[in-house]
């Protein structure tokens, strides 16, 4: 074998052996992300559609019509609450390369170091399901005005470019 | 049949690999978070200006600063997120490119790596 390697140095030759052997011993292909899931992509842009829905229709309403909002409210909360249900229960990879580079799952260290490579999703519409149930508390008891609608409407439009950009990321 | 290693041709294949990666993924990465930062800076202005005009009380005030604390932590995560994503695409092209050199060399069909 040695008689096909041209000698260009023994540093380059050493950190290449050292890739390939790093690469052989962590099984080579690896997956530092959970995987696609078409299904909570498709349930997130059906869910962001109905609320962006939600924020047009508020912006032209008063307290006293709350009522004809209340089940639109609760079933657009119950869509990203069930969609974060779906993200937490999705596998985690583990990878037995982190292993080797000292940072994967290792009995003798504490729990939150095993969080490194958790998706961000689930917290992410933790926050999206909170901020709806306060708009919708707000709506209830006091009424929506123009200023409070844009405080709403920007807050949750951080959080859902966040999970879309993660989620649609994961297609490689 | 076996060919000559030639070290200085894998080298510039596994930058290659590399780059074409990165610079795909610096450009959404770019794009995000300067959204999030413009998005994110809207929303303390917002929170300023309601809370001097009184426009909300003090409820909806911690309300909304505690949401933007939620938002910043979660962008922070996301961005791990996605560079991880980015790294296991790097890793995995640059196996892919080693696997064909060695292929290449020793002029034998290696097994896909898992």
Redesign the interface.
Known sequence: MTAFVRRRGDRAIAAMVTLVVVALASGCAVKLAPGYDRTLVDGLAEANENAMTLFASVSSSSRETFDRRENTYNRLIGKFDALRMQAQARPTPRPFVLQILGIGPDPTKAPKDLALLDAPTPKILRTVVDTLTKMRDTDKTQGLNEQLILGFKNSYEISIDQVLTYEKALER | M???????E??QSLKTAASDVVQKDVT?LRG?SE??LQ??A??AA??AE?TAKA??DAN?RD??LN??E??A???A??L???L??T???V??A???T??KA?EK?AGVALPV??
């Not at chain 2, 076996?2 to 200085?8: K, R, S, V």
């Open positions: 076996a060919h000559p290693f030639d070290i200085d894998l080298v959404t995000f959204r999030q998005g994110m809207k929303q917002w929170i309601a426009e909300i909806l309300f909304f949401n933007l939620d938002m932590r979660n962008f995560t996301t791990r997120g996605l991880a994503v790294i296991e695409k890793w995995n640059l196996v892919t080693l696997w060695i060399a790596p898992i």
